[in-house]
């Protein structure tokens, strides 16, 4: 189970991991972020920064290492990660990696509600899927090549794991529509009648009754 952290936003880690190598103001961090695809890796809010900084330094995990003025513009703060920081950083990534959480993504809402629509139109939208899903693998395996030539693997970990994700969810995709329009998914005769009378069968109505699968 995870923990309860004093900054749980996943901000406040990417914050820390960018801090570690120097100290640097706020509008630093996010360019170095951005550049390193962070906002991919996960969901960043940007216009929360400041905030999550904020509470990384009332924690004790960031402090004020100076305060500079560059010509006319405003004073900037420069921010240095602590020691407790550097702890909360390692400790973080130790429960990210150690420790599975269940995720929800969009596509297992709408495949937990599927029946609503009919089989024949959940086919081709299967298929639009799928189409999606193979471009974007062929450009991520064309981008992971390219990286390959310049960055060592350990900073290509995540990129290869999102890939792999991609492509086992293409084949699943695959292999349900085999099922689809081959007519070996299980109850599908009772699936396409639904739609095709407008009312719910009474062997449709016994499946929703007992609901679906167990947490």
């Known amino acids: 189970m995870a923990k ?7 901000l ?3 914050v820390l991991s960018t801090v570690a190598a120097k100290p640097m103001h706020p509008y630093e961090m996010a360019s170095l972020m951005r550049e390193r ?6 969901p960043i809010k940007w216009g929360s920064l400041y905030t999550v900084v904020r509470n990384l330094e009332k924690h004790g995990f960031l402090d004020v290492a100076e305060s500079v003025r560059d010509g006319g513009h405003p004073e900037r ?7 407790a920081g550097r702890e909360e950083l390692a400790d973080w990534v130790r429960e990210l990696i150690a420790v599975p959480e269940r995720e929800q993504p969009r ?5 937990s509600v599927w029946q609503v629509i009919a089989p024949d139109e959940v086919t081709d939208l299967l298929r639009q899927r799928l189409a999606l899903l ?5 450009g991520q395996r064309e981008a992971l090549t390219g990286y390959r030539r310049e960055v060592p693997r350990l900073f290509l970990v995540e990129v290869e794991y999102e890939l792999a994700i991609r492509e086992a969810e293409a084949a699943w995709t695959r292999s349900l529509l085999d099922e689809l329009t081959t007519g070996s998914f299980p109850d ?7 739609h095709e009378r407008g009312e719910m069968p009474p062997e449709v109505a016994e499946l929703a009754e007992r609901g679906g699968a167990p947490d």
């Open 107 to 111: 596509f297992l809402a709408g495949l």
């Open 12 to 14: 406040g880690l990417a």
């Open 4 to 10: 309860q952290r004093k900054v749980s936003n996943l």
């Open 37 to 42: 695809g962070k906002d991919r890796d996960m």
């Open 77 to 83: 703060t420069i921010y240095r990660i602590t020691d």
């Open 188 to 194: 599908l005769a009772a699936w396409r009648a639904w």
């Open 134 to 138: 193979e471009k974007e693998i062929d």
